[in-house]
């Protein structure tokens, strides 16, 4: 694919490495075709080095649950304290709480909104807990006990001990191992053939190592996970796109992975007053996107996300409509600081793929909290930025020197180079956006209330500087 050989030019091994990360693995879909690309500092890596999915687990055990629902297995209104083992209910419940497990749902786990406490969960090197210990917060558990935190249905509230509640929810309905239900359920009839719940196998061999920086390891390869529904996945951007391309196929017709109003019910937004993740039934969905990202300790980050056609969530406005529905992208790293090379990646993508600005995606991915990479030397300038010539806020100025080029106060100016990001308009007006040469700053010249206004986008956040 054209794009991938561009985006190799544009994040070359090099940035990748400035930024403190080894590798990418990176996969696009589009028009039901999956393409891939490594960016690695190493000799070993290639497309089928499966890394930890992270937090984006939780969207393929949503998966599944959907799939059991499909079949009859179960439904999304069943009280999960039914089919709990009374040990396990005891580990969660105290006396002034006991009476709220009766009303927890598995709608309720697979949403975030059970109350339940345990945002996330760091893994293990030694000896591992078992999930009665993990719940109840138990050496050697490494978290505080799973409580209720709030009343069930309540609000939204992410939890990982939700979904640890969920997979042993599951193991008791399906009366199996929970690595082997998502093999059974999800991974093996969508042809996941490099992904797995759990322990990597004996004679795995082509997995990716944790790394504090793109040439430090951490002090241990990866960390193991009992919490397999929440943070267990191995994988690969290949087969996060398997499940993508099912889900989307699922909301046009009857006959794929999910029926049609399973899939637009697992992608409609809960109600949640924390805009940051616009999450439904395990995945975050806006008007445009699905999506999930995620981190695990010691070093793996990640995004995956598909277009959906605006078939849900037409309420909420992220400015990312024009997505070509059936598109999709995957994004795969191995460094603790993994996720701003991430979502430079993703801007790539866009700018690359003539696709629109978008003023966030779903689960934590907004267009100003990131400096994106610069376009390619040469690349030209549209002209309308000179309209922006002139002083920004108290000490900040905006000259044509050659050039774009940025003052900040007395310094020498520093060039402007166009940002390999879409172009962004507000209100049909045109925006300009462009990386300070050699600072990890950017300027967006921009549009408030029809007059021009400068976003600053600075390592520490964003402001607006007005003209003076």
């Known amino acids: ?60 055990t949503a998966l599944a649950v959907a799939r059991l629902v499909d079949d009859g297995r179960l439904s999304y209104d069943t009280c999960v304290a039914d089919r709990l083992p009374r040990s396990i209910v005891e580990c969660i419940i105290e006396p002034a709480t006991a009476h709220l497990m009766q009303h927890v749902t598995v709608r309720m786990l697979v949403s975030h909104t059970s109350g339940l406490s345990q945002h996330g969960f760091p893994g293990y090197v030694g000896d591992l807990p078992t999930s009665e210990d993990i719940l109840a917060g138990r050496a050697p558990s490494n978290t505080p006990g799973v409580r209720f935190n709030s009343f069930p249905g309540a609000q939204f509230s992410y939890s990982g001990g939700g979904f640890t509640v969920l997979q042993l929810f ?13 093999q059974e359920v999800v991974l093996k009839p969508l ?118 056609g605006g078939v849900v969530n037409a309420d ?22 993994g996720f701003e090379a991430v979502r430079k990646i993703v801007s790539v993508v866009f700018y690359l793929k003539g696709w629109p600005r978008f003023r966030s995606l779903a689960c934590g991915y907004g267009d100003d909290d990131y400096v994106p990479y610069a376009a390619p030397e040469g690349t030209a300038v549209d002209g309308g930025w000179r309209e922006w010539i002139g002083d920004w806020g108290s000490v900040w100025q905006l000259v044509n020197d050659g050039g774009p080029k940025l003052v900040f106060h007395d310094l020498p100016p520093m060039a402007l180079r166009p940002a390999a990001a879409p172009i962004g308009f507000v209100g049909g007006l045109r925006e300009h956006f462009f990386v300070v040469h050699g600072l990890e700053t950017a300027v967006r010249l921009t549009w408030c209330d029809e007059q021009r206004v400068v976003a600053l986008i600075q390592c520490e956040g964003a402001r607006t500087l007005k003209r003076t």
């Not at 599951?170 to 998502?182: N, P």
């Open 316 to 337: 909420t406005d992220t400015g990312g409509l024009g997505v070509p529905c059936g598109s999709g992208l995957a994004i795969l790293t191995n460094s603790v600081l």
């Open 1 to 60: 694919m054209a794009v991938l050989d561009d985006l190799l030019r544009l994040v070359s091994v090099d940035a990748l490495a400035a930024d403190g990360v080894p590798s990418a693995s990176i996969a696009i879909l589009e028009d039901g075709k999956i393409s891939t690309t490594m960016i690695t500092n190493g000799g070993d890596d290639d497309e089928d080095t499966v890394y930890q999915a992270c937090s984006i687990s939780k969207a393929i």
């Open 170 to 182: 599951l193991e008791q309905v399906m009366e199996m191992e929970f690595s082997d239900i998502m």
């Open 191 to 308: 042809g996941m053939r490099r992904s797995r719940y759990g322990a990597l196998l004996p004679e795995e061999r082509n997995y990716a190592k944790a790394h504090h920086t793109a040439y430090t390891p951490a002090g241990v390869e990866y960390h193991r996970f009992v919490e397999l529904a929440a943070g267990g996945l191995w994988t690969t951007p290949t087969d996060l796109l398997k499940a993508v391309a099912a889900i989307q196929q699922s909301l046009h017709t009857d006959t794929g992975f999910l029926r049609r109003k399973t899939a637009k019910q697992i992608l409609t937004q809960v109600p949640q007053t924390d805009e940051h993740y616009a999450m439904a039934f395990g995945w975050g969905a806006d008007n445009s996107v699905f999506a999930h990202r995620g981190d695990n300790e010691p070093g793996f980050n990640c995004y995956a996300f598909g277009s959906h």
